[in-house]
T-cell receptor, first 112, second 113 residues
Framework: DGGITQSPKYLFRKEGQNVTLSCEQNLNHDAMYWYRQDPGQGLRLIYYSQIVNDFQKGDIAEGYSVSREKKESFPLTVTSAQKNPTAFYLC???????????FGPGTRLTVL | EDQVTQSPEALRLQEGESSSLNCSYTVSGLRGLFWYRQDPGKGPEFLFTLYSAGEEKEKERLKATLTKKESFLHITAPKPEDSATYLCAVQFMIKAAGNKLTFGGGTRVLVKP
């Protein structure tokens, strides 16, 4: 089955720690995106990548970092510089021929 | 600043009671408008893409329409399984790089049997 997987589903972090969220897709999509969702708010774009080894900041990139070494993978690191990291994180991908983005199941990050 | 506003924030319906959700956006050149359905604790599921005023798309009990300044998602004779949060997202021309989307806050729909 083609799709987007995110792991882990739930993640707990102590203050001051960096954590990495995984996003993998086997749809052969060129573009990948990371969003953050807070209760009662719309999705906000953190980073996106249109091709391997290239990525751009979204609207709320401070305190986050990404890499795109393989077409299938786009991991997101939440660093200790992110002041309010507790949120639901969503990864999405898009083929080069279409505008629609397709989402993974999400990772819920909680800072203890 | 380009914005997307959805209304109402929440909607409670009886099974079979048709209704409409609204998505309005500031006009700075629309490249595309997208509707998603999101169940609690899950990722959004793609429903429709609309590109030009007058366009309509249908899927089962859902119908999406687009005007120059807003889109409606009509739910006809809803069933309890239609309960979800419905998200609207807009791709603005001036933010077209990377096919970035601007999301509204969503409408939570609860359909009671």
């Amino acid at each position: 089955d083609g799709g987007i997987t995110q792991s882990p589903k739930y993640l707990f972090r102590k203050e001051g720690q960096n954590v990495t969220l995984s996003c993998e897709q086997n749809l052969n999509h060129d573009a990948m995106y990371w969003y953050r969702q807070d209760p009662g708010q719309g999705l906000r774009l953190i980073y996106y990548s249109q091709i391997v080894n290239d990525f751009q900041k979204g609207d709320i990139a401070e305190g986050y970092s990404v890499s795109r070494e393989k077409k299938e993978s786009f991991p997101l690191t939440v660093t200790s510089a992110q002041k309010n990291p507790t949120a639901f994180y969503l990864c999405a991908s898009r083929s080069g021929q279409h505008n629609e983005q397709f989402f993974g199941p999400g990772t819920r990050l909680t800072v203890l | 600043e380009d914005q997307v506003t959805q209304s109402p924030e929440a909607l409670r319906l009886q099974e079979g009671e048709s209704s409409s959700l609204n998505c309005s956006y500031t006009v700075s050149g629309l490249r595309g408008l997208f509707w998603y359905r999101q169940d609690p604790g899950k990722g959004p599921e793609f429903l429709f893409t609309l590109y030009s005023a007058g366009e309509e798309k249908e899927k089962e009990r859902l119908k999406a329409t687009l005007t120059k300044k807003e889109s409606f998602l009509h739910i006809t004779a809803p069933k309890p399984e239609d309960s979800a949060t419905y998200l609207c997202a807009v791709q603005f021309m001036i933010k077209a790089a990377g096919n970035k989307l601007t999301f509204g806050g969503g409408t939570r729909v609860l359909v009671k049997p």
